[in-house]
């Protein structure tokens, strides 16, 4: 059992388009964190969120943190091609030494 | 600088088998990290090791599985008896350090992970 359910699974999208990928869970967590993933690479850190209701914004891609901490969002204005990838998002919990990871979205931009 | 590595890319294997995956961290990072990511599923949580701490083995699904992490440095994943079930990539991430408290933001630096095949 996933502690954090990402929806969607899988999204393809046309160059230009916004989308948004959320991350849910019935949990709290302390902090949450999104990461890219390519192919035959490990995952790589794009933000960390640690209030309730922050939001970050970086350049296209803003990310907010559920007001109660249990829930988060990506949202990409005008994708681009080079934003195709798996999109993770993980959350930590106090006390645990680890972080748990969502299912995962797999966003294809096509030119 | 170098980033974290791991070795082999790839490794196919018989079942029965026993296999090693090595991750080199980041020089200077005292927390080490293995996942498993399989297909079409997020990454699990294996085992962490922090400086000389004892490692928190709680994400091993079971006694075949064990990491050994050598001055500090170097860690070494064994799968014992492999079966197809354990065929994923298997991936090593290290940080600076682990933050105590309620706050954590250590950023985890991830290797290119290890493909593992049980044929």
């Known amino acids: 059992t996933q502690l954090l359910e990402q929806s969607p699974q899988f999204l393809s999208i046309q160059e230009g388009e916004n989308l948004t990928v959320y991350c849910n869970s019935s949990s709290v967590f302390s902090s949450l964190q999104w990461y890219r993933q390519e192919p035959g690479e490990g995952p790589v850190l794009l933000v960390t969120v640690v209030t309730g209701g922050e939001v970050k914004k970086l350049k296209r891609l803003t990310f907010q943190f559920g007001d109660a901490r249990k829930d988060s969002s990506l949202h990409i204005t005008a994708a681009q091609t080079g934003d195709t990838g798996l999109y993770l998002c993980?959350?930590?919990?106090?006390?645990?030494?680890?972080?748990?990871f969502g299912t995962g979205t797999r966003l294809t931009v096509i030119p | 600088g170098a980033g974290v590595s791991q070795s082999p890319s790839n490794k196919v294997t018989e079942k029965g088998k026993d296999v090693e995956l090595r991750c080199d961290p980041i020089s200077g990072h005292t927390a080490l990290y293995w996942y498993r990511q399989s297909l079409g599923q997020g990454l699990e949580f294996l085992i962490y090791f922090q400086g000389n701490s004892a490692p928190d083995k709680s994400g091993l699904p079971s006694d075949r599985f064990s990491a050994e992490r050598t001055g500090g440095s170097v860690s070494t994943l064994t799968i014992q008896r492999t079966q197809q079930e354990d065929s994923a990539v298997y991936l090593c991430a290290s940080s600076l350090f682990r933050s105590s408290g309620y706050l954590s933001t250590d950023t985890q630096y991830f290797g290119p992970g290890t493909r593992l095949t049980v044929l």
């Open positions: 993980a959350g930590v919990m106090g006390g645990a030494n680890n972080l748990f």
